[in-house]
């Protein structure tokens, strides 16, 4: 059974840090292309950042680049979410996606689109 647990939410001040991490299971995690999604309340679905384990390429459609960083340990088969100099707009439930293959999937690592499993999320809040 595939599974895929997020971790390391929680209540942050702006300027902050967090590092989130998605602990998997029941599939080969080297070979499966990896996303952070964030969702806010009254808004669509977002994403943050993408990883294709068996190479290691990453993709951070919009705003993630320069806050954000993914990273994968596939002898963990974990891959984290730093975030750093969080913002209020932040604020979310953020969650970890996977898909079989590599970043020239058809899937979209802006959308989520095509993405097999999804965990339940974790919530982070930015606030003062």
């Known amino acids: 059974e595939v599974q895929l647990v997020e971790s390391g939410g929680g209540l942050v001040q702006p300027g902050g840090s967090l590092r989130l991490s998605c602990a998997a299971s029941?599939?080969?995690?080297?070979?499966?292309?990896i996303g952070w999604f964030r969702q806010a309340p009254g808004k669509e679905r977002e994403g943050v950042a993408c990883i294709s384990n068996s190479d290691g390429i990453t993709d951070y459609p919009r705003f993630g680049k320069g806050r954000f960083t993914i990273s994968s340990d596939n002898a963990k088969n974990t891959v984290y979410l730093q975030m750093n100099s969080l913002k209020p707009e932040d604020t979310a439930v953020y969650y970890c996606?996977?898909?079989?293959?590599?970043?020239?999937?058809?899937?979209?690592?802006?959308?989520?689109?095509?993405?097999?499993?999804w965990g339940k999320g974790t919530l982070v809040t930015v606030s003062s």
């Open positions: 996606a996977a898909v079989w293959g590599d970043y020239s999937g058809a899937y979209s690592c802006t959308t989520g689109y095509g993405m097999d499993y």
């Open positions: 029941g599939f080969t995690f080297s070979e499966y292309y």
